[in-house]
């Protein structure tokens, strides 16, 4: 039963981090505001987790775990697999216009801490890395000659697509990185 509560604790926590840092940034989520909005004392916070960046890593774990399931099933949706390439788009686009779309959690937690030694900067890594490696088996998948160089440029449409959504305010970004992704596959 203690453990039970004590999951249901710390899950409760790193989802309200989550969801904070997503919102405002990391630096401007402080302990205060996670204690306040999730409830848990600040001595059982840092029961769980040493350190402010610890638990936001932890947290950023949580979103890749979750983010990348479901951008995999959604992108898994199509019949082919040149479809399921271009379906990422898809994914992308349906996520740009959730009321909450505040650009790639990653990319925004690599540009906030400067040092690429962190736990924070790692997580963000992680998460490209296997996004980089899911794209790499759909353009196996496909038959691509180079199936890396093939996911590196999908990596590179796609985090250019979430940005230009995030600060030009194109929604549609997804639109015109898929339009150059059919364009990669046909040459």
């Known amino acids: 039963m203690e453990n039970t509560v004590a999951n249901e604790t710390r899950d409760k926590l790193l989802a309200v981090t989550e969801r904070l840092i997503y919102a405002g940034g990391i630096c401007a989520t402080g302990m205060d505001l996670i204690v306040k909005s999730s409830g848990v004392a600040r001595k059982t916070i840092y029961r769980y987790f ?3 960046d610890e638990l936001v890593a932890e947290a950023l774990s949580k979103r890749d775990e979750r983010w990348m399931r479901w951008f995999i099933a959604a992108s898994n949706k199509a019949d082919t697999a040149a479809g399921r390439l ?5 994914a992308l686009e349906e996520w740009f216009f959730t009321p909450d779309f505040r650009g790639c959690a990653f990319i925004n937690a690599a540009g906030e801490i400067g040092d690429a030694s962190t736990p924070i900067r790692a997580v963000a890594k992680e998460h490209k890395v296997k996004l980089r490696n899911f794209l790499r088996e759909l353009a196996e998948e496909y038959g691509a000659d180079d199936p890396d160089e093939l996911a590196r440029q999908f990596l590179i449409l796609i985090d250019g ?4 959504a995030l600060v030009m305010g194109n929604r549609e970004a997804a639109r015109d990185a898929k339009k150059l992704a059919s364009k990669l596959l046909r040459s």
Do not use: G, N, Y
């Not at 697509?161 to 230009?164: D, F, L, M, R």
């Open 86 to 90: 271009l379906a990422t788009f898809d």
């Open 161 to 164: 697509a979430i940005t230009v």
């Open 50 to 52: 040493r350190t402010k």
